[in-house]
């Protein structure tokens, strides 16, 4: 019964909670229970609450339970009938308690209720119900991968007929029911199918050789290696659990030398990181991901000679991920109001960590992304980074958008760079060096990546030279961006 217990705060309504429910969920450092299952529960429940409800009172489980002086709170009681009656599994997980068991002696009765509500929706089971707002809250398209760590993506198909007899289709709009597959226009490998396809039950995720990943959460190690003029062999991943965009660098790296250094400084993601690294990776490249329990921003750069590119993906407002508005839409009580207190230490933080990357001797290219549609933790930590003297010193700036995604066509918020020009063109380049993605509108969650770049004269940190490309750069010297264009 902890489980429920557990999940039972996470339905209450709280005014002062900071974050969306994903984010509050797998911050919580006091759960014992995996957050990944305690998420899945909540968000499930909230969003068959009104059937729920409707059970409840009906069935008056709440005045039998009274009756018997069987306490539990109207969110306790909620997660309990999920999981009996709206659950794939039909029970209540864990051992026994008088709860459970008073509400086990009730199970036909529930059961009847049940019964009545899909026959009025003339449904036959819970997932064809309507749910209020779930269109808002649930990811227009599953993206998936092909994880080339482990299978070239030419045997693909002929080891995997299941996609093979999946209908192409495009553009991405046309993926409108099952049985349909769009090949990504931006992210090799990626591709796009509805929803409902039961990708999981397939033997490629069973294997490992798909991984489920949103196509804007692919930006960032895509951006790192895209470049042919500007390839990587040891890299870092400062931010690295649960391990998508790890694993998507990983299988960029050209030979076996290639390493990526992969950081998480919570002791239970760090779990979740190593299961994710290890089915990617499989027994014969467990060298290629080397993963260490610590804050990134402990480490010292010059320890990590060789790494030339990293990416920063820190903890975020997590406001790009749908499930904030299924539980704004719950919690009637909230307000979609920016808590700027809130975004204020979260920007300081990115920052931080992102400063830190920058000191890496040998780095040319990191990049830095978040899933948050705010420009405080966006536009606005690009922007402090340009002007931060020792950045500046040591030549980054932001990368052409011909290293970008070029054809992405939504990019950064020109009008945030005025702080450093009044130009233009000026402020429409800089902006092309960050891409964004909208919620829903781009087929996925809300997303945010922004390119920082030097060229290979300043991967040997000499200050002098340095300084001296400053000094042409505030001079307009135009070659500052030799060896990254295409």
């Known amino acids: ?145 092909i994880n080339t760590i482990k299978i070239d993506p030419e045997r693909f198909y002929t080891k995997h007929p299941f996609f093979k007899q999946l209908q192409p289709v495009s553009p991405l709009e046309e993926i409108k029911e099952p049985g349909v597959i769009y090949s990504d226009d931006y992210i090799p490998n990626l591709f796009g199918v509805h929803p409902r396809e039961k990708i999981t039950s397939t033997e490629a995720y069973k294997l490992g050789e798909i991984i489920i990943q949103d196509r804007a959460s692919c930006f960032p190690s895509h951006i790192l290696n895209s470049d042919p ?80 590119g990293l990416v920063v993906d820190p903890s975020c407002s997590g406001s790009g991920i749908f499930g904030r508005a299924l539980e704004d839409s719950y919690n009637e009580q909230e307000t979609e109001t920016v808590n700027t207190e809130r975004l204020a230490k979260l920007s300081g933080f990115q920052f931080a960590i ?26 606005r930590v690009v922007i402090d980074l340009l002007l931060d003297p020792e950045v500046k010193k040591r030549g980054w700036k932001l990368a052409p958008r011909e290293v970008v995604i070029p054809t992405w066509e939504r990019r950064g918020f020109e009008d945030e760079f005025v702080t450093l020009t009044r130009d233009p063109e000026e402020c429409k380049r800089l902006a092309g060096g960050c891409v964004r993605a909208n919620p829903k509108e781009d087929g996925g969650i809300g997303f945010f990546a922004a390119c920082f770049v030097r060229g290979g004269e300043m991967a040997n940190g000499s200050e002098q030279t340095a300084n001296s490309k400053t000094e042409e750069s505030e001079n307009g010297d135009d070659g500052e961006w030799e060896g990254f264009e295409d």
């Open 1 to 145: 019964m902890k489980l429920y217990f557990e999940a039972e705060k996470f339905l209450k309504p709280n005014q002062k909670a900071n974050g969306s429910l994903q984010s509050r969920i797998f911050n919580d450092k006091k759960l014992t229970n995996s957050p990944k299952h305690i998420f899945a529960l909540v968000y499930s429940t909230i969003k068959y609450k009104e059937y729920i409800d409707a059970i409840i009172k009906k069935s008056k489980i709440k005045q039998e339970l009274q009756a018997k002086k069987v306490k539990a709170s109207d969110e306790l009681l909620a997660l309990l009938i999920h999981d009996l009656l709206f659950s794939s599994k039909g029970r209540i997980q864990s051992g026994k308690h008088p709860i459970k068991d008073a509400l086990l002696l009730n199970k036909t009765r529930l059961q009847a209720e049940f019964t009545k509500l899909k026959l009025k929706y003339k449904v036959k089971s819970a997932d064809q119900l309507p749910t209020k707002d779930t269109d808002d809250d649930e990811t227009p398209v599953r993206w998936f991968r």
């Open 229 to 308: 003029n500007n390839t990587h062999v040891q890299v870092i991943d400062a931010c690295a659990a649960p391990g998508n965009k790890t694993t998507h660098a990983a299988a960029h790296l050209p030979n076996s030398d290639s390493v990526v250094y992969a950081f998480e400084r919570d002791p239970k993601r760090v779990q979740i990181l190593k299961t994710m690294c290890e089915k990617a990776t499989g027994k014969n490249k467990k060298k290629l991901i080397q993963i260490t329990h610590a804050d990134f921003t402990t480490t010292k750069p010059e320890d990590f000679p060789d790494v030339t």
């Open 354 to 379: 992102m400063k830190h990357a920058l000191l890496f001797p040998l780095a040319t290219k990191v990049v830095y992304s978040t899933c948050s549609v705010h420009i405080q933790e966006n536009e």
